[in-house]
């Protein structure tokens, strides 16, 4: 289809859709009557934030509306509470970050939504260009004495409840690509992230100190875990993911002394999945110090998984890069942890590896229906280490609990 006619198609969605939302009564705030130019260079940060501030203010529902187009986007927080828990970011065209990096120094984050309640942000593509940040970085690997900065998380849910982020497209971002942190209710649905294999840090959608989470149709690809969980986690139900590249789906890394007193993950659900070329399939990690935790009531279930490196991994002597690790057992206690209905093909001889805390053993692990081979039709290993589970029906490599 040519380029023509597809922005054609992008006019007359976005036309269409402002029918609709005047046809509802719903007030639209279109953020190029405030000054936004769609030509991807003149900084609109101003006119979106002023958009939104009247949105914000309305006691109706109301719609921000972004136009087909691209618009440059620097650095924005779009705050609440708003007199309406019915406001709408409706995005058709594509938000762009600045060029280069370290103009996000203050805050590491692009876009995010404060405090508000029953917002719906819906569609759109959010460039982050985040490849001069990511060469930064792989200079820094060789020569240490180079500086970089951390880099800013594309889109950031805060202190939030009852957001749905529902078709937006997250692209080449600097750092995380989504990130729900410290909210409740957040739902992210028919999403997609994209970035390349090499891209650091890019996580997929990062989950951190949240409730009642849920992340359903997601297509993600880049350079880190396709889904992360962080501690302070509980209620998450994830389902019908495909990931691949990336590092797989994983709960922590917990222990690394994040500022709470016990640093806990309860009641995760993953549910019909696809890994392709991951380094990791579902992962568990925690680092070797005494931190207190636990992660219980993880429940992995329908996955394929196409040479993936490590299928099912827990890991509790965690150090990326082997530098500084401390030889302590982990304090995190990993119990009632199922896994069910894994299929599918590991790049390495250990498919199945149980690696937890000499001092708090995994405990409640189980194995039901796993049929993982190596590279193909060979027949891999399993590795426990002060693990005890059980197992049920046909379980492949012959399970070490």
Same mark, same amino acid.
């Given at each position: 289809?040519?380029?023509?006619?597809?922005?054609?198609?992008?006019?007359?969605?976005?036309?269409?859709?402002?029918?609709?939302?005047?046809?509802?009564?719903?007030?639209?705030?279109?953020?190029?009557? /405030?000054?936004?130019?769609?030509?991807?260079?003149?900084?609109?940060?101003?006119?979106?934030?002023?958009?939104?501030?009247?949105?914000?203010?309305?006691?109706?529902?109301?719609?921000?509306?972004?136009?087909?187009?691209?618009?440059?986007? &620097?650095?924005?927080?779009?705050?609440?509470?708003?007199?309406?828990?019915?406001?709408?970011?409706?995005?058709?065209?594509?938000?762009?970050?600045?060029?280069? /990096?370290?103009?996000?120094?203050?805050?590491?984050?692009?876009? *995010?939504?404060?405090?508000?309640?029953?917002?719906?942000?819906?569609?759109?593509?959010?460039?982050?260009?985040?490849?001069?940040?990511?060469?930064?970085?792989?200079?820094?690997?060789?020569?240490?004495?180079?500086?970089?900065?951390?880099?800013?998380?594309?889109?950031?849910?805060?202190?939030?409840?009852?957001?749905?982020?529902?078709?937006?497209?997250?692209?080449?971002?600097?750092?995380?690509?989504?990130?729900?942190?410290?909210?409740?209710?957040?739902?992210?649905?028919?999403?997609?992230?994209?970035?390349?294999?090499?891209?650091?840090?890019?996580?997929?959608?990062?989950?951190?100190?949240?409730?009642?989470?849920?992340?359903?149709?997601?297509?993600?690809?880049? &350079?880190?875990?396709?889904?992360?969980?962080?501690?302070?986690?509980?209620?998450?139900?994830?389902?019908?993911?495909?990931?691949?590249?990336?590092?797989?789906?994983?709960?922590?890394?917990?222990?690394? +002394?994040?500022?709470?007193?016990?640093?806990?993950?309860?009641?995760?659900?993953?549910?019909?999945?696809?890994?392709?070329?991951?380094?990791?399939?579902?992962?568990?990690?925690?680092?070797?110090?005494?931190?207190?935790?636990? %992660?219980?009531?993880?429940?992995?279930?329908?996955?394929?998984?196409?040479?993936?490196?490590?299928? %099912?991994?827990?890991? +509790?002597?965690?150090?990326?890069?082997?530098?500084?690790?401390?030889?302590?057992?982990?304090?995190?206690?990993?119990? +009632?942890?199922? /896994?069910?209905?894994?299929?599918?093909?590991?790049?390495?001889?250990?498919?199945? *590896?149980?690696?937890?805390?000499?001092?708090?053993?995994?405990?409640?692990?189980?194995?039901?229906?796993?049929?993982?081979? /190596?590279?193909?039709?060979?027949?891999?290993?399993?590795?426990?280490?002060?693990?005890?589970?059980?197992?049920?029906?046909?379980?492949?490599?012959?399970?070490?609990?």
């Amino acid at each position: 289809m040519t380029k023509p006619v597809l922005s054609l198609l992008a006019h007359l969605h976005a036309a269409l859709l402002l029918l609709l939302l005047s046809g509802a009564g719903a007030a639209v705030y279109d953020v190029t009557r /405030y000054g936004a130019r769609p030509d991807g260079v003149t900084d609109s940060t101003l006119p979106f934030l002023r958009a939104w501030a009247d949105a914000c203010r309305s006691p109706h529902q109301a719609t921000v509306l972004v136009p087909p187009g691209m618009f440059l986007v &620097g650095s924005a927080t779009f705050t609440g509470p708003c007199a309406t828990h019915a406001v709408t970011f409706s995005i058709a065209g594509t938000l762009v970050a600045p060029t280069g /990096y370290g103009w996000d120094a203050t805050t590491g984050r692009w876009i *995010t939504f404060e405090s508000v309640e029953g917002l719906t942000v819906s569609g759109g593509i959010l460039d982050g260009r985040g490849a001069s940040l990511w060469s930064c970085k792989r200079q820094q690997q060789q020569q240490p004495h180079v500086h970089c900065p951390t880099g800013a998380s594309s889109l950031t849910i805060s202190n939030s409840r009852d957001v749905v982020v529902d078709g937006t497209r997250s692209t080449n971002s600097e750092l995380f690509h989504m990130v729900v942190l410290q909210s409740h209710g957040v739902t992210l649905q028919q999403v997609t992230v994209d970035a390349p294999e090499d891209s650091p840090n890019t996580d997929g959608i990062h989950v951190h100190m949240s409730s009642n989470v849920a992340v359903s149709n997601a297509d993600i690809r880049t &350079g880190d875990d396709c889904v992360s969980i962080g501690p302070g986690n509980s209620n998450l139900w994830i389902e019908r993911v495909s990931c691949g590249p990336g590092h797989g789906i994983s709960i922590g890394s917990l222990g690394q +002394q994040q500022g709470m007193a016990v640093e806990a993950v309860r009641n995760v659900t993953v549910k019909t999945t696809w890994f392709t070329g991951t380094t990791n399939g579902f992962r568990i990690k925690t680092w070797g110090t005494s931190k207190r935790g636990l %992660i219980s009531g993880i429940t992995f279930v329908d996955s394929t998984m196409i040479g993936v490196h490590n299928p %099912i991994i827990i890991d +509790q002597n965690y150090c990326p890069g082997k530098k500084l690790c401390s030889d302590q057992s982990s304090g995190i206690k990993i119990s +009632q942890v199922r /896994y069910i209905d894994i299929r599918g093909w590991s790049m390495t001889p250990v498919a199945v *590896t149980f690696n937890c805390s000499r001092s708090n053993p995994c405990s409640g692990i189980s194995l039901q229906n796993v049929r993982l081979m /190596y590279e193909g039709m060979r027949l891999a290993k399993s590795s426990c280490r002060n693990v005890k589970g059980r197992t049920a029906g046909l379980v492949v490599p012959p399970s070490c609990l």
